[in-house]
């Protein structure tokens, strides 16, 4: 059984650029949560996706969008990158529309914006 | 929403010694407590959790306690180790729908 992995692992962009971070689900799981996790800080919930749809968001401005494919994968995407959107990016992958029964995380892609 | 405090922020102890570390949660309809230990630049990972129909749960030197009264949750460690050094994070839901909503971590030192 596979776990969850996320790519690329590093990224640096530039402010104002846009980005797209790729998650690969655990085998059998159809529900791809995203957290922000910025330096000395807990992850903070982006959104869910299940079944190619979102199914729940967090405090997150619209520039911070994300995709879910038929074989349950899914991108995040960030426009116009500001220099706060450095940080940890982690991918999670769940059962039904279950956000978090339990969740375990993939090891993340750290986004620096310069 | 729902608001995690954990406290200390940072913590140290020699080997061998316990440490425990505190969460509080604001919403009453929680019922989901997961605890996480990341190492330096590695991803969360789950250590042990808890739902609100137990009010304790233990895992060999690790233990987690709740108390759905005063809203609050404490993860204990026995006898440390130095691999135990590594930064702790509680959260909380209202499982099985609602996000996990984060402490702000608490750094553990466990000094040889």
């Known amino acids: 059984e596979t776990g969850v992995t996320q790519s690329p692992t590093h990224l640096i962009k530039t402010r104002g650029q846009q980005v797209t971070l790729r998650c690969s689900s655990q085998s059998g799981h159809n529900t791809v949560s995203w957290y922000q996790q910025a330096l000395g800080q807990g992850p903070q919930f982006i959104f869910q996706?299940?079944?190619?749809?979102?199914?729940g968001r967090g405090n997150f401005p619209p520039r911070f969008s994300g995709l879910q494919f038929p074989n349950y994968s899914s991108e995040l995407n960030v426009n116009a990158l500001e220099l706060d959107d450095s940080a940890l990016y982690l991918c999670?992958?769940?059962?039904?529309?279950?956000?978090?029964?339990?969740?375990?995380f993939g090891n993340g892609t750290r986004l620096t914006v310069t | 929403g729902e608001n995690v405090e954990q406290h200390p922020s940072t913590l140290s102890v020699q080997e061998g010694d316990s440490a425990v570390i505190k969460c509080t949660y604001s919403d009453s309809a929680s019922n989901y407590f997961p605890w996480y230990k990341q190492e330096l630049g590695k991803r969360p990972q789950l250590i042990i959790d808890i739902r609100s129909n137990v009010g304790e749960k233990k895992d060999q030197r690790i233990a987690v306690t709740l108390n759905k009264t005063a809203k609050h949750f404490s993860l204990h460690i026995t006898e440390t180790q130095p691999e135990d050094s590594a930064v702790y994070f509680c959260?909380?839901?209202?499982?099985?729908?609602?996000?996990?909503?984060f402490g702000k971590g608490t750094r553990l030192s466990v000094i040889a």
């Open positions: 959260a909380a839901s209202k499982a099985p729908k609602a996000p996990l909503v």
């Open positions: 996706y299940y079944r190619e749809e979102e199914n």
């Open positions: 999670a992958s769940s059962l039904d529309g279950r956000i978090n029964s339990p969740l375990h």
